[in-house]
Structures are given as C-alpha cells and as structure tokens.
Nanobody
Framework: QVQLVESGGGLVQAGGSLRLSCIGS??????????MRWYRQAPGKQREMVAT???????NYADSVKGRFTISRDNAKNTVYLQMNSLKPEDTAVYLC??????????????WGQGTQVTVSS
C-alpha cells in the first residue's frame, strides 16, 4: 500500500521553528519521485505549493516562505523534510506532502499524505 505519512506539526509561537517530516511506505521510494513537494491549506483558502525538491536536488519555494523554509530529502530514510523558521501566524495551515512523477507530459504517480496541522500563535 502506498502511503505518505507527515509528522512534526504542532502549536508554536510566532518566530519559532518546526521541522516537518514525510516518510514514504515501503512501496514508495521518495528518491524516485520527479518532485517531492510540500503544500499547505488554510481554512477557506486554496491549496498552496510551499516547497519543491526535484530528483536532482533542485529546490523551489513560494515567495511567502523564501528565506524561512528549507526543504530537504534523505533517500536512505525515505523521508522528505520541511524546516520552518521564523514562523508567522499566516503560516497556520494543514501541511501536506506530495509525491509526483510524470513522463512525457503524462502524470504517472501523484500521491498525497494526510497532512499535519501547524498552528502559529501571535
């Protein structure tokens, strides 16, 4: 069974830090994804891409988190991380992990975790 399981969310004060983890089940190899992404969704808002890391290690971030968040990957642990520093109340959301692979423009795999809640108090 393909599973992505996020952890590390919680309640933190503004200015604090959290590190989110997303571990893949045995049937999914994080390192084989074209891209691993973190998204977030706040109540009443659209899902937003937060950070991406490609199979080649190239990273990309939403403008709202640049300089504060860092995505990384440990293939040996089959895990992708999101280090979040200098957290702001507007970072409050459910954070979801995504495994994406395509080929010749066609999506092959698009898996999602169940999400982990991050709440930042002012």
């Amino acid at each position: 069974q393909v599973q992505l399981v996020e952890s590390g969310g919680g309640l933190v004060q503004a200015g604090g830090s959290l590190r989110l983890s997303c571990i893949g089940s045995r049937s999914i190899r994080i390192g084989s994804a074209n891209a691993m992404r973190w998204y977030r969704q706040a109540p009443g808002k659209q899902r937003e891409m937060v950070a991406t890391i490609t199979s080649g290690g190239v990273t990309n971030y939403a403008d709202s988190v640049k300089g504060r968040f860092t995505i990384s990957r440990d293939n040996a642990k089959n895990t992708v991380y999101l280090q979040m520093n200098s957290l702001k109340p507007e970072d409050t959301a459910v954070y979801l992990c995504n495994f994406y692979t395509d080929y010749d423009g066609m999506t092959l795999y698009d898996y999602w975790g169940q999400g982990t809640q991050v709440t930042v108090s002012s």
